[in-house]
């Protein structure tokens, strides 16, 4: 009986955890501000605690979870109707360097070391301070960073070069399966695939890792043979 019971509530829970993570938005998951991340944490408290404890009625986790989701939605209407107390629930951007000054107070008030600080701009490939104008750190916790005109990369404007067009990559093989809507989208047919294929000397699709087709660049395809040739500690 206790089995029935636990599967039952399980999958309950299961299924209205994942309605209202739908019904939240995707920024539930991406954890966007302190109060998104306190209610992801609290939905999955809610029914763990709720499993294993035997004077919970199923009920009781329904209740709850579906009181959360509520409040949950609740906050999220309020945040997009006022801007006041959108600022409250999800807080606004700190500047850490203002014109390339460090500012040293907001980065104790955001209680972020010199060392963090450091570490967070060496994943936006910037490896001194002299490098940044402006420093903003973001309510999910990232930062957002703008270089002195010296260090930004160049653009093809800059060389008053003719803008090209931009197109992007489509997978239409994937661990050896053929992704047929993806091939579709692209006006090409399985025909198409095989011949492109065949002029790589790669006989079906099934011994295909992954391939990728890029208007201008044509297809780039890996097979399983070839990952598999790669040394250890080796990347292609």
Wanted: glycine content about 6%; proline content about 3%; hydrophobic content about 50%.
């Amino acid at each position: 009986m206790k089995w029935l019971q636990l599967t039952l509530e399980l999958v309950i829970g299961f299924v209205l955890l994942f309605a209202v993570v739908k019904i939240a938005g995707k920024k539930l998951i991406s954890q966007m501000s302190p109060f998104t991340f306190i209610a992801a944490v609290v939905l999955g408290e809610l029914l763990g605690n709720a499993l294993y404890d035997d004077h919970i009625h199923l009920w009781y986790i329904i209740y709850s979870i579906l009181l959360w989701g509520a409040m949950l939605l609740a906050v999220e209407y309020a945040s997009q109707k006022w801007l006041s107390f959108r600022l409250w629930s999800e807080g606004k951007p700190t500047a850490l360097i203002r014109d390339g000054i460090l500012d040293y107070e907001a980065l104790k008030k955001s209680r972020l070391t010199f060392n963090q600080l450091q570490s967070l701009l060496r994943k936006h490939e910037t490896f001194s301070l002299r490098e940044v104008a402006f420093c903003y750190l973001e309510a999910d916790g990232e930062i957002s960073v703008l270089k002195k005109a010296d260090y930004q990369k160049t653009t093809r404007e800059d060389f008053k070069l003719l803008p090209h067009p931009v197109y992007v990559p489509v997978t239409v093989v994937r661990d050896g399966q053929l992704l047929a809507d993806e091939l579709a989208e692209l006006g090409k047919n399985e025909e198409w695939l095989k011949a492109e294929l065949r002029k790589q000397g790669i006989a079906s699709w099934e011994d295909v890792l992954i391939a990728e087709w890029l208007e201008g660049d044509g297809l780039f395809v890996q097979t399983y043979q070839s990952a598999a040739a790669v040394p250890n500690g080796l990347k292609v």
